[in-house]
Antibody
């Protein structure tokens, strides 16, 4: 079965850093881009950014809300993607999801992880 | 902040039909396909509709999608209690150069 598992969430203080991992199994990991999405408590889903494939030079793009603070990377040899989060703020408290592949022509994310909770305390 | 506009809430009684709208622009819904997700607490979002009106295998035919111009909608017929949850539309945004979510609609089955 195709599966994504996020890890690395936890409690951190304002200003600290945290790196989340997204481990994949059952799919050709390197064949699609990886996106990160989050949901803060009581709020909606928010797209954070993506990293493309090696064929696209691992190009990245980010939402304005996290650009400059968050960095997405991937290690295709380990079928794992990462979300490095720096200068964390209380408003970054959320459940973070990774997704594998966005089908542009049909407009949907192909595979989702179950999410990992990040809590940023003041 | 979402630029795909959804009503924050919707409600109906069991057996009724409910429609959730998603309003966008010429940089997202206008030129690009729309998908719809159901999201329940503690779970990954579940794909209900892709490519505006296509249901993935295993999704009930009570769910249907449509798109016209820069707006899309999700209809749920024969409403059931297990349909309660949050619903999101998604479309690629050419300005963002990434997928964009609607603000979400909380569906309550009365």
């Amino acid at each position: 079965d195709e599966q994504l598992v996020e890890s690395g969430g936890g409690l951190v203080q304002v200003g600290q850093s945290l790196t989340l991992s997204c481990a994949a199994s059952g799919m050709r990991f390197g064949g699609s881009g990886i996106h990160w999405v989050r949901q803060a408590s009581g709020k909606g889903l928010e797209w954070l950014g993506r990293i493309r494939t090696t064929a696209n030079n691992f190009a990245t793009s980010y939402a304005a809300s996290v650009k400059g603070r968050f960095t997405i990377s991937r290690d295709d040899s380990k079928s794992t993607a990462f979300l490095q989060m720096n200068s964390l703020k209380t408003e970054d408290t959320a459940v973070y999801f990774c997704t594998w592949g966005f089908d542009f022509w049909s407009g949907y994310f192909k595979i989702w992880g179950q999410g990992t909770l990040v809590t940023v305390s003041a | 902040q979402a630029v795909l506009t959804q009503p924050p809430s919707a409600s109906a009684t069991p057996g009724q039909r409910v429609t959730i709208s998603c309003s966008g622009s010429s940089s997202n819904i206008g030129p690009n396909a729309v998908s719809w997700y159901q999201h329940l607490p503690g779970t990954a979002p579940k794909l209900l509709i892709h490519n505006n009106n296509q249901r993935p295998s295993g999704v009930s035919d009570r769910f249907s999608g449509s798109k016209s111009g820069t707006s899309a909608s999700l209809a749920i017929s024969g409403l059931q209690s297990e349909d309660e949850g949050d619903y999101y539309c998604v479309a690629w945004d050419d300005g963002l150069t990434g997928p964009m979510f609607g603000g979400g609609t909380k569906l309550t089955v009365l």
